[in-house]
């Protein structure tokens, strides 16, 4: 059997979207369970479009997920560029494969599957302006060709002449007329389209000597032995053409697999950046700058944790067939398939998204946890022994979703409070609820014994709880009572009731 290659190949256009990631992911998975290669191509060959730091906002991203190529990229994590008489796959960036395209749409014009056009931007233009004038679309195809000027309607000639003098012509696929093109997409199914719907793109341009990304992607494809394209549905329309080019090259095609699109949470339609806008949620993996100052929010930043966010883009789309929806990415390797993949778009859901950072906060060791609180207590002026924290980091993690929760859930453990929530203490700061609650503490050393205490003494143990952690925290919610006097010890709850005492009044 062939071997499985699979590719994740982006333009470096812009931040790598997070539909974009979990396509990267699938090809990822995919290629593990089948012990097969993924690799990263950078497909670059439309200057217009180019943005700088895009490429190594790629591959930081896909290295913070831990889903990195096996070709593509050097073990350091450099993109390899140099072309190696060990890899013959290499160089990865089509900017640098730039000399191999050429030679490959001559031969299809050499074999009639596609023409030389000497059309220039300004014919285009008026063709496309005559058509609208009679109300219809300009298609550059077999009903419109035989009118423009190119390679089948001139004098060769005429066109070696002005393939030698002009440096603005195209190399372009001559769409056959009226067939009808089928297709097997392993998770659509069959699909039928009729030529005469399609265009005869262009393939290759003189005035840069760069092919399209049709070209480009089909050539090296092949030349790079893949055998699966996994990608997102946005690149189905492209499908005929792609089928249609294997088979003018003669070349075996490889096996397509079209994503569903990730679908906004509310309402219709894709999920976009001013979805994550409105609704509070990033739409990227990491935080991003573009060109002209603009910030996006990243998933990283926003404090997920990666393997988190690789569980919660897997089951977007891709469901294991049973109820588990934690997965390490080890486990996704064992259970993924491209036929558990749905064929509709996935809603996404940023509740469900918090869910699963949450349960993989709870899924970390006190350990970690207390070393990624350590710097966080350290911005807010707090010094604590570790070991100190380590005690009260299992608490504290039942209760929040990232590690930045952590303080709002426990400063005051660290800082006595200043201020006390007012409705908090119009209720529970009540004389004889504060004579009882004071009694209590003074004349038991730990919350265990202060207990026993009220509970001999037949007080009211809320009102009298109450009392006290508004005292310690400033507010009627917060960790247990015996966590938070063990933590900060007898005298400084003391203390804290004694300030409670001079500042609240009844
Ligand atoms: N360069 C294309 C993109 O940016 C790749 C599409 C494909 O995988 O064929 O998504």
Redesign the pocket.
């Known amino acids: 059997m062939k071997r499985t290659r699979v ?5 470096p ?1 812009g931040p790598l979207h997070m539909g ?1 990631v979990r396509t990267a992911l699938y090809n990822y998975l995919f290629a593990k369970k089948m012990g097969g290669d993924f690799i990263l191509r950078i ?1 670059d060959t439309d200057s217009h479009r180019f943005v700088p730091g895009a490429e190594e906002y790629i591959i930081e991203s896909l290295r913070w997920c831990g889903i990195l190529p096996d070709e593509g990229l050097d073990a350091d994590g450099k993109l390899a560029s140099k072309r190696s008489v060990h890899n013959p796959h290499a160089p990865y960036r089509q900017s640098e494969r730039k000399g191999i395209y050429r030679k490959y749409a001559e031969q299809l014009v050499d074999g009639g599957f596609a023409y030389y056009a000497f059309d220039t931007a300004a014919e285009l233009e008026s063709a496309r302006a005559a058509a609208e004038g009679a109300g219809e679309t300009f298609i550059y195809n077999s009903a419109s060709r035989s009118s423009l000027r190119n390679s089948l309607t001139m004098d060769p000639a005429e066109v070696k002449r002005l393939l030698e003098e002009r440096d603005d012509w195209t190399i372009r696929f001559r769409m056959p007329e009226n067939e009808v093109v089928e297709m097997d997409d392993i998770i659509r199914g069959h699909i039928e389209v009729n030529t005469s719907t399609l265009d005869d793109k262009v393939l290759w341009k003189r005035a840069d000597e760069l092919p399209t ?1 049709h070209l480009a ?1 089909i050539v090296d494809d092949h030349l790079m032995e893949i055998s699966h ?1 996994i ?2 549905e946005e ?1 189905l329309p492209s499908l005929p053409l792609h089928f249609l080019l294997y088979r003018a090259f003669g070349w075996e095609r490889p096996e397509f697999a079209h994503l569903p699109l990730l679908l906004k949470p509310v309402g219709n339609g894709k999920l976009s950046k001013r979805d994550g806008d409105k609704m509070g949620f990033p739409v990227f993996p990491l935080r991003w700058v573009s060109p002209a100052g603009e910030v996006s929010r990243g998933y990283r930043e926003d404090g997920y944790f990666p393997d988190a966010f690789v569980n919660l883009l897997a089951m977007l789309g891709w469901n294991p067939g049973t109820e588990q929806e934690i997965f390490s990415l080890e486990e996704l390797v064992q259970a993924f398939s491209l036929d558990k993949v749905g064929k509709s778009g996935a809603k996404f859901n940023p509740d469900k998204a918090k869910w699963f950072n949450k349960e993989y906060l709870r899924m970390r060791s006190d350990e970690e946890l207390t070393a990624l609180f350590m710097p966080v207590l350290a911005e807010h002026g707090v010094s604590a022994e570790p070991a100190s924290v380590l005690e009260i980091v299992s608490l504290i993690k039942e209760r929040a979703t990232f590690v930045r929760d952590f303080w709002d859930i426990a400063w005051y453990l660290f800082n006595a409070p200043e201020e006390y929530v007012e409705k908090d203490a119009a209720k529970f700061w009540k004389s004889e609820n504060v004579a009882m609650a004071r009694e209590a503490l003074m004349e038991t050393g730990s919350a265990h014994d202060m207990e026993e205490y009220i509970r001999s003494r037949e007080w009211p143990m809320g009102k009298v709880m109450n009392c006290i952690r508004l005292a310690l925290t400033g507010s009627s919610n917060g960790l247990g009572i015996a966590d938070i006097m063990r933590f900060i010890g007898r005298d400084e709850a003391l203390a804290r009731f004694h300030r409670a005492e001079e500042r609240l009044i009844i």
């Open positions: 590719r994740f190949a982006p333009s256009t974009g497909e990304y992607n394209v990608r997102g690149w």
